[in-house]
């Protein structure tokens, strides 16, 4: 990945176009009948950026389109700068760690979802009744989950002294922070008290 700029790219649209298309079919499923159990307010993408796409079920989004554009540009010319001027292999193996095993961590959310919304829209799969998270919870409980694929990638670049996981080590921690602070900004839910 770092001699051959090629396949890192490819690494990274293969992981981000699946990130994008499997939050569309876990928006689809959830809209076929697994928001009868299980109910998010607000979009059930967590990317401000993207729920407008998402929640409108857009295959083809031209906000995707320039996020990809825009990242395999980035993306080559960190290469270019890491690789060829500063000679400094480590700097693109970091970023390159982030962005791809953050998506990993997100892609194992997904792969998660997909299963309880198959089971949730199919009668006797051993789900009754029904769940409401509250955007803050659904954050927080995303904050929590990139944490631990933080500690997770930290423990195994330790380990094995990889650039590649200490960037998804830093990337999941970034992000599970961000989320964090989004939930702490979302208006708590009212709790309404008893009358005298």
């Known amino acids: 990945m770092i001699d051959n700029p090629w396949f890192a790219l490819a690494l990274w649209l293969l992981s981000y176009l699946a990130d994008y298309y499997l939050t569309l ?3 689809r499923l959830y809209r ?3 928001q009868a159990h299980v109910a998010f307010e607000g979009s059930l993408e967590l990317t401000p950026y993207y729920q407008a796409d998402i929640d409108q079920l857009r295959r083809v989004s031209l906000r995707f389109i320039l996020a990809v554009v825009w990242s395999v540009l980035l993306l080559e010319l960190i290469w270019y700068l890491s690789i060829v001027v ?3 292999p480590w700097a693109f193996e970091f970023l390159l760690g982030g962005l791809v095993l953050r998506e990993a961590a997100v892609l194992m959310r ?3 979802n997909i299963a ?11 789900i009754s009744g029904k769940i409401t998270y509250t955007r803050r919870l659904s954050l927080r409980q995303s904050a929590v989950e990139l944490w631990a694929f933080a500690a997770l990638f930290a423990l195994l670049a330790a ?4 650039w590649l996981l200490a960037g998804g080590a830093f990337a999941c921690a970034a992000t599970g922070f961000q989320h964090w602070r989004r939930s702490a ?3 708590r839910p009212s709790v309404e008290r008893p009358s005298p």
Do not use: M, P
């Open 116 to 126: 309880l919304f198959r089971a949730a829209r199919a009668e006797g799969q051993g």
């Open 25 to 27: 079919y876990s928006a």
């Open 159 to 162: 380990l094995t002294a990889s």
């Open 110 to 112: 997904h792969a998660r």
């Open 32 to 34: 076929q009948g697994a």
């Open 185 to 187: 900004l979302t208006a």
């Open 86 to 88: 500063l000679k400094l």
